[in-house]
Structure formats: structure tokens, C-alpha cells
């Protein structure tokens, strides 16, 4: 039987991305009327009839919608939740297939799957191989800079740049405690959670993480060994690909595509090392790593 899947939060950035990426799948889209989107009634009951509930909510609301799933017991459709809210819970499986070897795995037969933030996956990404293969070690303390388009904001800060204009380059989360720093240190597998430091540009979607290393920190380290390592993590993926170092990284340049691109930067003088990601927030950062992740529940593919 076609499986069936009920977006919560479908007309928000996130949920219309999914949407569209389901398009061409063997999947059933329930959908909620608009005016009853928020009402609990009507959300519980799509819920009982689906296969699969994906919440694209803001963090509270996803904690509500995450509560009337689990209060259907051993009726519960499986869930895959696109907020900040279950990220590092004990008894969710985090959504970010190439991890390690056998996450796709634990992806597909999971109950409850959390979505990686965006800035995450790029950080992520980056440093576990390198981390799990003692090349960086888990106590170093790293710094993450990182730019965003502005639909990273969701449809206000969309809105806002859109209509009356935003900064052209803003810093934010000056505070130092950005909302993907328990992640990005449980999932890389940190010991000590790293300065995180994001922005958001006057463009709307595509991003790039970026982490500079002093490599007499390391030990005998090269930003070649880097390069090995990523190569090897990431070889026989179609979405993460370890590409050649450039002299410019254009932030934009993956906008509207689900890979994301692992680069490994060399300085001149061989001392310093920059690990790069690049990426679409809206894509591998959002609606593409959604995607990845109802075909391995929905057993529609594995990776
Ligand atoms: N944008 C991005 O790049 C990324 C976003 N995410 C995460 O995905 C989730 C959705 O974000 P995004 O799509 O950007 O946000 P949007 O603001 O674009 O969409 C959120 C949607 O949720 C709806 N909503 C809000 N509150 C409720 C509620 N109580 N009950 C039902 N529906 C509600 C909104 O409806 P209405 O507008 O009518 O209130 C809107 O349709 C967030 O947790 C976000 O952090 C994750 C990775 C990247
Ligand atoms: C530019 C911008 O505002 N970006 C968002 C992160 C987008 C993202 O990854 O969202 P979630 O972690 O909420 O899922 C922020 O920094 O809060």
C-alpha cells in the first residue's frame, strides 16, 4: 500500500520544500484545512491515519504536535521532526545518514528522527570523521563562522528581507550560544563546545560553515591527511562530496540542490588549515535531508 504522510507546518518554508521534493515519490500527502492547521482535534486525527507525521514547526509547537503523536501509544504514526527541539534527545535518532556507518540504518527502523539544523549538518560534517579518527581531538577548542541566506529565518525573516530590505551582513547569536551548538558538540562528538559565530547575508538560500585550524595544535597533522580522511568518510556518496579547494567559496552557488560540498583549504605558509562546507540551508540543511529521510523510513531506498 502507498504510505502516507501528514505534514504539520506544510505551508511554512521547510514543509513547502518537502512538499515539492514528494512530488515525484509513491508517497500519499494528507493535508489539514488551512483554517485548521493549529487546531489539536484536527492535527491528532490525520495523525491516527497516516504512516508518518514530519513536523515543520517552530520548536514549541513541535514539542505540542511531538506530545499528541506519543499520546496515540502503539497507534503512533513514526515521526520525523524538523525543529531544534529533539536534536540530542536520548530516545530520537538523529537524521544525518552519513554519519557514521550504520546511522542510515538506525534512520529507517527509528520511530522518532530529528531533522539536523543547518549550520549543523555543515559542522557536523566536517569535524566527526576527523574527530573519530583522532586527527582533532575532542577537547581542542575550535571556532565555527558561518553565513546563511536569509529563508535560514523561516518566513518572517524572509519577509523582512524582502519587503523593506535587510542588512546586507549581519552577525547574530553575539551571545555565543546559538540553538545548534548542543548538537553540533554531542554529534561531532566534541568534548568542548565550540565559539559559534553565524550570519546571515542579504540573499536568500545557500550556505557555507566554515572552521580554521592552527595545525602545531595537532600534532603531525596536514591539511592532505584532512583531505584522506574526508575523502574516505564520504566516498560513494551522491550528497556529501569532498571537492578540490578553490580561492573563492561562493555561498550561493548550491542554492536549490540537496549535496552539500566538503572542502579541506591549505595556507600558504603550512601552518593553518580551513575546513569548509557548502551547502543550501534550505536544502541539505532542511527540506533535502528531510527527503533522505522519509525514503530510508518509508523504506523507499536505502543510502
Ligand atoms: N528555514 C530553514 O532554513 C530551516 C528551518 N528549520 C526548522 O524547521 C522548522 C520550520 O521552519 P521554517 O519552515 O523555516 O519556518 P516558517 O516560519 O517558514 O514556517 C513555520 C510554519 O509553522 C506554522 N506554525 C507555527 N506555529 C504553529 C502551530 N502552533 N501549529 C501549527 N502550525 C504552526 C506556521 O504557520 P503560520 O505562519 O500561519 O503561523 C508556518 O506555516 C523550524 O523548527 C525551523 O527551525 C530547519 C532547518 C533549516
Ligand atoms: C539565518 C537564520 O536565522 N538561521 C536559523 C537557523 C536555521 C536552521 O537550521 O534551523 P533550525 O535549527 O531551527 O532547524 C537560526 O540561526 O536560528
Redesign the pocket.
Known sequence: MTPSIFIDGEAGTTGLGIRTRLQDLPVTVRSIAPERRKDPEARLALMREVDLVVLCLP?DAARESAALVASLGTMAPRLLD???AFRTAPDWVYGFPELAARQAEAIATAARVS?P????TGAIALLRPLVDANLVPADLPLSINAV???S??GRS?IEAHETSGGPAFQL??LSLA???LPEITAHAHLRTPPIFV?S?GHYAQGMIVSIPLHLAQLGHVSAEIFLDALRTHYAGSGIVQVVKAAAELDAGSLAGSDRMELSVHAGACGAHALLTARLD?LGK??SGAALQNIRLMLGLDRR
Open positions: 520548536d524538523a525543529s531544534t531533522n539544523g543547518c549550520y549543523a546563511s541566506g536569509y535560514g529565518g525573516m547574530y547569536g546559538h540553538k545548534h553565524p546571515v540551508n540543511g532542511a
